[in-house]
């Protein structure tokens, strides 16, 4: 008897990537993916076809009995009356609204917004790329019928939904879903409750009361919609009647894959950084550095995120000209420390802390330090530093922990895994490579498939031994100091 399978997709800032893997097992049959375009705005027309691609890619999914996609957070998706994406989205780490934000938690309050959503919007937030809109695009803001997210517009897609002149089944807005997860993360959406909160809506798009814009349906965290046929531009196969489940955002997606429970702290290097923890109750942090966001398995997700992740190391190595593996090997030549050399790695503006306008700074600089090998080992220390700031924050907030899970490509570093045992206060392990967000993507079909919560193996690649140096953090904390009043 033929195995049942479920295939779950990730549509990063990056690119798509699709796992399709055996039910029983979770054994990963086969993959695709396909690239995004670069950039800080995208279409979103540019995500359908990149799934299209990587589907086939995957050899299609005539196959498969249940798909779920999980995507990058925040984007603005804005639709017209007849399901037209009305001006490219703008994505997660598009700051131009850094002004827009702080408007809109001077006019609501830092308390508020946490009492009201669980979190102090920033820049990447949906609700603050819609009051820019409102200010900057007066046109466009006025032809908003409906507000989705990337992983929802394409839900909806998939299901057989678009402009009329894709689709004939046409442009049912009130056909969109999402999930806690992802909601969470728009700032008009509190997940302890589970309910939008249409007058802050309202309020960033200048609206009367209500706003009058369509919102997607909140799915359960096993909810799920089934294919309604009728797209005659989806050549994935899906047969009509496979189950799609609610979706989710990347991180929720990523505790699914990687089994995350209760007591599990993890920490993801991409092109953004994050911490993350899963929890049974809701975390509130009025100082903003800790984003209330729900899980994608009914409970919640406290998380701090920063800009500067990987591509720190990337502009290091290319400005050393060598790859990840020579930075590698340069910094295991460094004593930690870097022999005083700090990097404060905010090339990209910042999130957390706050600071969309900073830019990144090289102290200590002394005849002993300013070396290849300092270098190197300074970017992977500013890297993580920045990152063990949202640890603190978390564990500080009351949230317990027992170890930290190292993900992304960043992780399988030598130099990296052995620096995080010296930056952080935690044992450190290290999964095996492996598309840990589109792998929750498809726990979650399974789950929507069956209505019981799989328990797939996760294999550790690494566990280097905790071997905490406090010199690395201190030096962090004094140089960035300056930077955070910048």
């Known amino acids: 008897m033929p195995s049942t399978l479920v295939a779950g997709i990730d549509s990063s800032t990056q690119s798509c990537k699709v796992v399709i893997r055996d039910l029983d097992t979770g054994t ?41 996609i999980a995507g990058q957070q925040h984007g603005l998706v804005a639709l017209d009356a007849a399901g037209q994406v009305v001006r490219p989205a703008l994505l ?9 934000a702080a408007d809109l938690v001077s ?5 508020e917004f946490v009492r009201r959503t669980g979190s102090v919007p920033v820049a990447s937030f949906t609700i603050t790329k819609l009051r820019w809109l409102a200010d900057a695009e007066q046109e466009n803001a006025a032809r908003i019928a409906a507000v989705a997210l990337p992983h929802d517009w394409l839900s909806w897609r998939l299901r057989g939904f678009g402009p009329r002149a894709e689709s004939a089944l046409g442009p049912r807005l009130d056909e969109l879903f999402t999930d806690r997860s992802d909601a969470s993360g728009t700032g008009y959406f509190d997940a302890a409750s589970g309910r939008y909160d249409r007058d802050l809506l309202a309020l960033a798009l200048r609206r009367t009361e209500n706003a009058g814009v369509l919102l997607p349906e909140v799915l359960s965290a096993h909810g799920s919609r089934r294919v309604a046929g009728g797209s005659p531009s989806f050549s994935g196969g899906l047969p009509d009647g496979a189950v799609v489940a609610a979706g989710a955002g990347d991180n929720a997606a990523a505790a699914l894959g990687l089994g995350a429970r209760t007591g599990d702290l993890v920490v993801s290097i991409g092109t953004s950084g994050t911490v993350f ?14 984003a209330g966001f729900a899980d994608a398995a009914g409970g919640f997700l406290p998380i701090v995120v920063t800009l500067n992740a ?3 190391l990337d502009a290091i190595a290319g400005l050393l000209d060598v790859g990840h593996d020579g930075l590698a090997r340069l910094a295991l030549q460094a ?12 090339f990209e503006g910042e999130r957390t802390p706050n600071l969309p306008d900073a830019t990144a700074r090289l102290t200590g600089m002394t005849l002993a330090s300013t070396t290849r090998p300092a270098l190197a080992r300074a970017a992977i ?30 992780a399988q570093n030598p130099a990296v895994q052995l620096v995080a045992s010296q930056v952080f206060d935690l044992p450190v392990a290290v999964p095996t490579p ?49 930077a955070s009043g910048a």
């Open 92 to 100: 997660w780490n598009d700051t131009r609204s850094a002004g827009a």
């Open 310 to 312: 990987a591509r720190v």
């Open 277 to 290: 923890a899963v929890t049974e109750h809701p975390v509130r942090d009025e100082t903003g550095t800790i």
């Open 381 to 410: 220390e500013g890297m993580l530093c920045g990152l063990a700031d949202g640890v603190d924050a978390i564990l500080n907030a009351g949230v317990g922990a027992n170890r930290i899970l190292l993900i992304g490509g960043a």
């Open 434 to 482: 492996g598309e840990y967000v589109a792998s929750g993507a498809a726990v979650q079909a399974a789950w929507a498939l069956t209505g019981e919560r799989p328990d797939w193996p996760v294999e550790l690649a690494a566990a280097p031994a905790s071997d905490y140096r406090s010199v690395i953090r201190q030096r962090y904390r004094a140089a960035s100091a300056p």
């Open 335 to 346: 004593e930690p420390g870097s022999a005083g050399l700090v990097l404060t790695p905010y």
């Open 28 to 68: 990963i049959v086969r993959t695709g993916r396909a690239p995004h375009p670069v950039g800080t705005e995208v279409h979103p027309d540019a995500w359908w076809t990149a799934l299209l691609s990587a589907v086939a890619d995957a050899g299609g999914l005539a196959d498969v009995a249940a798909v779920s």
């Open 107 to 111: 006019e609501v309050g830092h308390a």
